[in-house]
């Protein structure tokens, strides 16, 4: 396949196709079309991430397209997308180099002028900063934490599912069967979720272990609940030997 490259002043332009090379040179010039970071979801965005020496964007507003679905299925998927997540405009992701308070800081957004719909309204605000788990172990290299409302979990899942026809002949009779099972679970969880890497060494394909742990505010009827349930799939419960 061929590839065009060309430099621009300070700049390195690579192309597969002539008439995108063209159409780039035209831009800086000024002559071509207008600049995408005259729009306003790229200002958005780049206002999200803030300064940063790499950063990188996706605009979701011509992916349909570039997708090539001539069957017209995922445009046909668009309002069950949207009805489950949002309207995701746009996703910015930067990285800081040597920052003052780490080798690397990487700062991800999301653009939803719209806001928050279906499974993204259970992630609640940021909330500070607060004192690590004690599995968070000298040999972390990432840790997460998410504020999940999972006490609104299956009511959000049965909205979308009843907003969407083609998902509720589905999934409804299904869901049914699981929703109070379901309700009983979550009620036993709080909102807090954290995700961790560690990394060991010497490296080996088995250096880098997760894990993630979910708060749980009723612990003993959490564990009769999934006692109830692992009978009923054959799980066997044993001490734990971590």
Not at 93 to 105: F, H, I, Q, S
Request: with cysteine; charged share 20%.
């Amino acid at each position: 396949k061929t590839l065009h490259w060309v430099r621009e002043g300070n700049s390195f332009l690579i192309s597969s196709t002539m008439d995108a090379m063209t159409g780039a040179l035209q831009t800086i010039d000024g002559k071509g079309e207008k600049n995408i970071t005259d729009g306003s979801e790229y200002q958005a965005l780049l206002d999200k991430i803030g300064e940063h020496e790499v950063f990188a964007m996706l605009l979701t507003r011509d992916v349909l397209q570039l997708g090539g679905d001539e069957s017209g299925l995922m445009e046909m998927m668009v309002p069950m997308i949207r009805s489950a997540v949002g309207h995701v405009k746009g996703y910015g992701m930067g990285v800081r180099l040597d920052g003052p308070a780490a080798m690397v800081e990487q700062t991800l957004a999301v653009y939803m002028p719209d806001g928050k719909v279906g499974l993204t309204e259970l992630v609640d605000v940021q909330t500070p900063r607060g004192d690590l788990p004690a599995f968070i172990a000298p040999s972390t290299v990432t840790c997460a934490a998410i504020n999940f409302k999972f006490n609104q979990l299956m009511d959000t899942v049965n909205k979308i599912v009843a907003a969407n026809p083609l998902l509720q002949m589905q999934a409804a009779e299904g869901l049914a069967m699981v929703d109070q099972p379901l309700r009983q679970i979550t009620a036993t969880l709080g909102n807090q979720v954290y995700i961790a890497t560690s990394l060991t060494r010497p490296l080996t394909e088995t250096s880098s272990k997760g894990v993630m742990a979910v708060q749980c505010t009723n612990p003993q009827e959490f564990e009769n609940l999934l006692a109830g349930f692992a009978a009923q799939v054959g799980i066997e419960a044993r001490d734990f030997l971590g």
